[in-house]
């Protein structure tokens, strides 16, 4: 398995920009590019929704519908890092958001096919 740590959450203000880091730990000898990864968050009391996803050689990014836009997600293999960057925040992106890695493309909303999660990183947008 691959052991992720994010990083890069705080307070920010609404209309900033804030990236987030995910950083992968690949103990087992099995290289980074082999994941698909995504990123989560989970809005104070509601579900943990899907954000976006990118394929292992980070030439293909997914978005749902409902983000589209304003989040960027890509990743640096070379470095074995995962980003996402989050233009124009707004007060209700405040959320913990989490990096998750899986193996195979596809079905990126179905968080049961991700093997290994990170422990999130808080962010919280002031109006």
């Known amino acids: 398995q691959v052991r992720l740590v994010e990083s890069g959450g705080g307070l920010v203000q609404a209309g900033d920009s804030l990236t987030l880091s995910c950083a992968a730990n690949?103990?087992?000898?099995?290289?980074?590019?082999?994941?698909?990864m995504g990123w989560f968050r989970r809005q104070p009391g509601k579900e943990r929704d899907f954000i976006a996803a990118?394929?292992?050689?980070?030439?293909?990014?997914y978005y749902p519908g409902s983000v589209k836009g304003r989040f960027t997600i890509s990743r640096d293999n070379a470095k074995d890092m995962l980003y996402l960057r989050i233009d124009n925040l707004r007060p209700e992106d405040t959320a913990e958001y989490y990096c998750?890695?899986?193996?195979?493309?596809?079905?990126?909303?179905?968080?049961?096919?991700?093997?290994?999660w990170g422990q999130g990183t808080q962010v919280t947008v002031s109006s």
């Open positions: 998750a890695a899986k193996n195979c493309w596809g079905r990126h909303s179905n968080d049961a096919d991700y093997l290994s």
């Open positions: 690949t103990a087992s000898g099995r290289a980074f590019s082999t994941y698909t």
């Open positions: 990118i394929s292992g050689n980070g030439k293909n990014p």
